[in-house]
């Protein structure tokens, strides 16, 4: 008899549309502001599901589309080519579910595919994380029950959610920072601007009258609409510079401010804010008024937006450059080098499989978000995974093994009988830690990022079959549990600093994912486990423990919980750590 299949997600929402004539622009393409309608509306019924309420939308994170929706290419042997996109008749499937329920919000995952119904292939779209609010009486704010995750994949989402949220919060902070580090000359300033393009030439402005049907059942006007009239305005703004029909390859978060209802006019304004080589940003707004001689206006809603322009062959054309407005314009113009520099490199270390992303990423002002992002998620990601099988006991210490493709990922674990928070604030002091690990000689404190991430210079013992010692330069993350039930994490990974080049008399040491997870098991009990993804320079040492010839692993845990025991309850050495 079959096994049963695992039970549903009782918050997914499965969405599928068939592509009519009215949801495509000029070149047979799906409307970008019509996929925004139908993620929004499946992303809200999916939240709705959990909170039992009414919802609104309260951010979208970034959106990077990987194909358009076109009229499929058809060859002369009549063969149609599906990666061209789909038309009219065509469908396209919405998947949204919520990965995590918080005291008043929720993300929401959005996986949009579009499928050939004649070759019955599928394409990938976007995916996409929204934020969604419960709404109750008179709006107020509802407490929303907790999400418990089934599968693996669901308690992945469920635990890098919390890791989504931080980033989402302090992505203003990073851009701030980067722009008073960055030189105060705009790229006008560095190159030939006299064929610039004055950016005033690009302003749109537009109003729309919200009618019934562009309201949802609680009578506010839906995300999904506004979106895609901001879409509408900036795609103008683009070819007012380009002079050709742009393409639009990313968006940059919609966070939206306040609500607006039937009869509210909006007021819609873009301009392009910078051109680059072969892309340009558009940054537009949306304010909304309730009478037409009201003078106040509320600012609710603004995004920014990237556009292509491709050529026949699919390839993007070089674009104009841009002559900034003297002031804000000047300003707008900055943020957006600043805003591409960060998309570049979150692209590189986020959107990137875990094995395609070199060990040692430069750190940098504009990425130190989403390498401690990635830090963190790599390591919950790690502990999320099934299949660890017990490869030794000893006493109270068990170690665990996973192998996965070229990894071999191990997990140690045992209780301790020391407060979990106390255990955190040890551990994740890596200038302690030759205190019990024999294996390190020094750690040296580099650059103390912020009170969550530190970057340590580690020098570790000689290994086997060299004659100098190793030495790492690593990054220390850590985070507090974000609610019940969440571990405190510590993770580390390899990062490259221009300030500690490799050195003669090291051999310079790399590490992928690894760190500290601690549960509280009671007031005064903890589970402290340690995973490592071991690389292939390490397997040799760590097979040999796995094979049981050796309980070094084993004793260093060991050392680790004797250490915590003594230091448990000591007030000079808890005020000297971070």
């Known amino acids: 008899m079959a096994s049963p299949s695992p039970a549903r997600n009782p918050t997914e929402v499965q969405m599928s549309q068939l592509v009519l004539p009215c949801h495509t622009n000029h070149r047979g393409e799906l409307s970008t502001g019509q996929l925004l309608k139908w993620i929004d509306t499946a992303a809200c019924l999916s939240a709705e599901r959990h909170a039992g309420c009414p919802c609104v939308t309260a951010s979208m994170d970034d959106i990077y589309f990987e194909h358009t929706i076109s009229q499929p290419f058809v060859s002369p042997a009549g063969q149609r080519d599906g990666r061209s996109g789909v038309g009219v008749g065509q469908v396209v499937n919405i998947k949204a579910k919520v990965n995590r329920a918080f005291n008043s919000s929720m993300e929401v995952g959005i996986q949009v595919s579009y499928e050939d119904l004649c070759s019955g292939k599928h394409w990938s779209i976007c995916k996409a994380y929204a934020t969604f609010v419960a709404q109750g009486p008179l709006g107020s ?38 722009l008073t580090r960055s030189p105060q000359e705009t790229e006008l300033e560095t190159r030939d601007g006299s064929g610039a393009v004055p950016a005033e030439k690009t302003r749109v402005e537009s109003v729309e009258l919200v009618l019934p049907p562009h309201a949802n059942h609680q009578g506010n006007t839906f995300g999904g609409q506004i979106m895609a009239w901001m879409e509408n305005v900036a795609t103008i703004a683009a070819s007012r510079l380009c002079h050709a029909h742009p393409t639009l390859r990313a968006i940059e978060m919609f966070h939206f401010r306040g609500p607006s209802q039937v009869g509210d006019r909006l007021v819609l304004k873009a301009i392009v804010n910078n051109a ?44 104009p450059m841009v002559a900034p407005e003297p002031g804000d314009g000047e300003r707008r113009y900055r943020e957006a080098s600043a805003r591409k520099k960060i998309r570049l490199d979150r692209k590189y270390v986020v959107s990137c499989k875990q094995t395609e992303v070199p060990l040692s990423v430069p750190w ?72 019990w690990d024999s294996h390190y000689v020094s750690a040296e404190l580099v650059q103390k990022v912020d009170d969550d991430d530190m970057i340590y210079h580690v020098v570790s013992q000689k290994l086997r079959n060299e004659n100098k010692p190793q030495d790492f330069v690593i990054l220390a993350s850590r985070r507090k549990p974000c609610s019940k039930g969440d571990p405190y994490v510590v993770a580390f990974r390899s990062v490259t600093l221009p300030t500690h080049p490799a ?61 915590l025991l003594k230091n448990k309850e000591d007030l000079i050495s808890q005020l000297q750590d971070f």
């Open 364 to 435: 940098d002002q504009s990425n130190k978000v989403y390498l401690s992002y990635n830090n963190v998620s790599a390591l919950k990601l790690l502990v999320a995974k099934a299949n660890w099988a017990l490869a030794r006991e000893k006493e109270k210490v068990r170690m665990y093994t996973l192998e996965e493709d070229k990894f071999l990922s191990f997990r140690i674990e045992m209780s301790v009988c020391i407060t979990a928070s106390r255990a955190f604030s040890l551990l994740s002091n890596l200038r302690r830690r030759h205190e």
């Open 141 to 178: 704010k509802v407490r929303l029950k907790p999400l418990t995750p089934q599968t693996e994949e669901e308690k992945i989402e469920y635990s890098i959610a919390a890791e989504r949220r931080r980033m989402r919060l302090v992505h203003k902070d990073t851009l701030k920072d980067l």
């Open 503 to 563: 050195r003669a008399e090291f051999t310079r040491g790399e590490t992928l994912c690894s760190g500290f997870c601690i549960w509280p098991e009671s007031e005064e009990m903890s589970k402290v486990a340690y995973y490592n993804q071991a690389m292939p320079g390490y397997l040799n040492y760590v097979t040999t423990n796995v094979a049981g010839l050796s309980s070094d692993i084993c004793s260093t845990f060991e050392a680790c919980e004797k250490f």
């Open 276 to 319: 680059f080589k072969n892309s340009m940003e558009v940054g537009v707004s949306a304010e909304a008024y309730g009478q037409e001689m009201s003078v106040s206006r509320r600012h609710i809603n603004s995004a920014f937006m990237t556009f292509v322009v491709l050529d026949q062959e699919g390839h993007p054309r070089t674009l």
